[in-house]
């Protein structure tokens, strides 16, 4: 009975993710875009939307279903060069976690323009000693909303919020997160002054920076921004 109760709260919080496109929104980043459902949502938004995830499964499945203005790059964002720079906005739905935080943050700052955003969606480590209220309200809306969900599937005939299974999928998955919320704000407020990082009800949490238009010394490194992959190299 409860995998039909089950729902994605990935798909649920897209919406939460379109709200904070920045205007004018031309070009979007995806990081991790997995089987690319949300880029071809973007891709109705906006006029194109760079996909990359560094699992080739995902890639093939993101081609097949994003329409001709979504390009789907195979690539690790950490040690590839990202398809563009001067992005509108960047955007990412349950992937940071998969990667060392700062060092992310970094690299994606340095591809938006001045005034874009960044607007990620996060699965946190769970922190039951600070967060037990939200997450018994979370237990049971999640259990209210999959009725609701089931109601609409079987009445409308709608496929909202429906979930498939990562073993389905073959979609990587992380089910350890390195950080609680509040950790994952200081590692960003350390790499991105201004960032603002909240948790969301339905165990996850959004990030949403905007970028200085001009940025001056204090606020973030301006090195990394002038070419993050060089400066990788020179790191290493
Ligand atoms: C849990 S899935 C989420 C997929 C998609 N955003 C969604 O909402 O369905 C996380 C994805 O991030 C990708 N990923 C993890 N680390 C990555 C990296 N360093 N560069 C590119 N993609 C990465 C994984 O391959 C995986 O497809």
């Avoid at 798909?11 to 991790?32: A, E, F, K, N, S």
């Avoid at 990202?82 to 060392?100: E, F, K, N, Q, W």
């Amino acid at each position: 009975m409860s995998a039909v109760l089950d729902w994605s709260h990935n798909v649920y919080y897209q919406r939460l993710l379109l709200r904070h496109l920045p205007r004018p929104c031309r070009r979007v980043l995806d990081v991790g875009c997995g089987a690319g459902g949300f880029a071809a949502r973007l891709a109705q938004r906006v006029e194109r939307v760079d996909a990359v995830d560094r699992c080739a499964r995902m890639i093939e499945d993101a081609r097949r279903h994003t329409p001709g203005n979504v390009t789907c790059v195979l690539a690790d964002v950490l040690l590839d060069p990202l398809p563009g720079t001067d992005y509108d906005a960047i955007v990412s739905i349950t992937a940071l976690h998969h990667m060392p935080l700062a060092d992310a943050l970094e690299v994606l700052a340095a591809a938006l323009r001045p005034g874009g955003v960044l607007a990620a969606v996060v699965l946190p480590r769970l922190d039951l000693r600070r967060e037990w209220p939200v997450e018994i309200v979370a237990m049971v809306g999640h259990r209210l909303l999959g009725v609701m969900f089931l109601a609409n599937r079987l009445l409308r005939g709608t496929h909202a919020f429906a979930k498939e299974h990562h073993t389905r999928t073959g979609m990587p998955v992380v089910l350890d997160p390195p950080l609680t919320t509040r950790q994952a704000a200081r590692v960003a407020a350390a790499v991105l002054p201004g960032v603002r990082v909240r948790r969301l009800l339905f165990w996850r949490y959004l990030l949403i920076w905007e970028k200085p238009i001009r940025p001056h010394l204090g606020s973030w490194r301006t090195d990394v921004a002038a070419d993050p992959v060089r400066h990788r190299r020179l790191d290493s």
